[in-house]
């Protein structure tokens, strides 16, 4: 079966180095120029890491990435607020916790890709999908090129994606009131005190960094405001978010200064509604394309990998045609990634909550949180539909595998 996949990123390149392994030859097309280095870093949590385990990447990640043993929440001046024992989640669930920088994990799946043989075409930006008269989907690029694969994976991002245009007939993303400052922090000294991550809440704002190393940190710096005032004055990223975050315990002004104006990056926040389907024809969306969560939900990187190793589970365990692998990719996907994409969206309306008195209860909530049961909720939620510890169909599961808990990805 021939099979093409738009988009060259975390879900395009995981999909592919999946599928390979389960004897397919896939063919990716990117639409950027060279590999991508967009976003800060991530935190790839246990489900992640299960994912990343089964295609044989796990020890290139722990040769990249961080062990972050806990999650530290405070107010913006600094009082605690209770957070997360992760070296609790990640024996509840049997797998480590990783935060790597965004672009190393894009190269860790280049290298897998290139010695796998998967080709990788950059310059390939799809323009449109069609279907040809047997019904077939066919892909249209900017340089005039054509590609009518068996199947075609849309795994290009949820800004601009052909495929969901293609298969939902609307892509439109839905602003979610509030921007981020992102940002990679590294000082010839440390910056961080241990490898942590740290979550700062404010009335309307929030900022959370996320140490690798601890002279190396990623950050999100973020604030409720409309749309119309999310595109501030070019090259006043640095000193907006510096005066914004001013009187903010360290080491959050520290980390700031230790980032390189150009290094940093304003992003109006954007996601997706929830799909009825992802198919069309011969065409299926995955990652960002098929379910785009906000970053309060930790889960975007972690999804896409999951996506990747259920899809190629359903390809080798169909008996039938296309129709039925792709029912059943969606019966498996659909509620957890949905699931995720409302509590994302729940929390982010608490989080950047401006009434004083909505932001004591929230994080009077947070400290009353049980630490214990956190992790139960969160070992449960995010392992569900897998072959790990707490992934069973359980309550706390079904009641969205979360807490008190905000996260930065």
Known sequence: ??????????????????????????????????PATMGAGVTLWPNASFVLG?????????????????MRRQDAAGNALGGLDIGLLDRTMGYPTYTVLRRHLQEVLLDHAARAGIPVEFGRRAVAIELDAHGRAVAHFEN??????????G????MESVARKFVAG????????????????????????????????????????????????YWAAAQARPLNEATPTAGMHKKEVENLFAQWPEPVSNIIRATPENAIRLIAVHDLEPLHTWSRANVLLVGDAAHAPLPTSGQGACQALEDAWHLARCLDGASGGLEEIFQAFATIRGPKTTRLAEQGRFFARELFATDPETCRIRNERAKASDPVRDVQVLAAGWGQGLP???????????????????RIE
């Open 54 to 70: 089964e295609l044989g990447l796990l020890q290139d990640i722990e040769a990249i990435g961080g062990r972050p043993l806990t």
């Open 1 to 34: 079966m021939e099979i093409g996949i738009l988009g060259g990123g975390i879900a395009g390149l995981s999909v592919a180095l999946a599928l390979h392994k389960q004897g397919y030859s896939p063919r990716i097309y990117e639409r950027r120029a060279v």
């Open 155 to 158: 795994a290009d991002g949820r």
């Open 388 to 406: 790990m510890p707490g992934g069973a169909d359980s309550t706390s599961a079904k009641e969205g595998g979360f807490s008190n808990l905000y």
């Open 170 to 217: 609307d892509n439109r993303p839905i602003y979610q009131g509030f921007v981020n400052w992102i940002g990679v922090a590294q000082g010839p000294h440390a910056l961080v005190d241990d490898i942590s991550i740290q979550d700062f809440w404010g009335a309307g704002e929030r900022f959370g960094c996320v140490a690798i190393r601890p002279d190396l940190v």
């Open 144 to 153: 005039g090129t054509s590609i009518c694969p068996d199947l075609l994976i």
